[in-house]
């Protein structure tokens, strides 16, 4: 089992960025794969982003399209969510997932594709 924490969460105001991070620890013998999803009030958890274990491969979902940037550190067992140009619909608890994998550029991206999961940080843009 995968444990993971996430950091980085706060409020900004529309236009700000903010910086997203997932630890991984625990037993990790496999590749996996890193995910981002967002749920704000009322809504469905929604899919962000995810990275292959190889880093070769990125997805994000069409409205963080060129304002997120998505990246991993395997020697730190980290993964980073860069978030510019926030806008107040960007605002949700953000939750870091993980899911083993035996190949090195396999890519997920919905949420019961997941088995591990952090806590979630909140992210509020101001307009």
């Known amino acids: 089992q995968v444990h993971l924490v996430e950091s980085g969460g706060g409020t900004v105001q529309a236009g700000g960025s903010l910086r997203l991070s997932c630890e991984a620890s625990?037993?990790?013998?496999?590749?996996?794969?890193m995910g981002w999803f967002r749920q704000a009030p009322g809504k469905e958890r929604e899919f962000v982003a995810a990275?292959?274990?190889?880093?070769?491969?990125?997805d994000y979902v069409d409205s963080v399209k060129g304002r997120f940037t998505l990246s991993r550190d395997n020697v730190k067992n980290t993964v980073y969510l860069q978030m510019n140009s926030l806008r107040p619909e960007d605002t949700a608890v953000y939750y870091c997932?993980?899911?083993?994998?035996?190949?090195?550029?396999?890519?997920?991206?919905?949420?019961?594709?997941?088995?591990?999961w952090g806590q979630g940080t909140q992210v509020t843009v101001s307009s």
């Open positions: 990275i292959s274990w190889s880093g070769s491969k990125i």
């Open positions: 997932a993980a899911r083993s994998t035996t190949a090195r550029d396999s890519l997920y991206s919905t949420a019961g594709d997941f088995g591990s």
């Open positions: 625990g037993r990790i013998f496999f590749y996996y794969v």
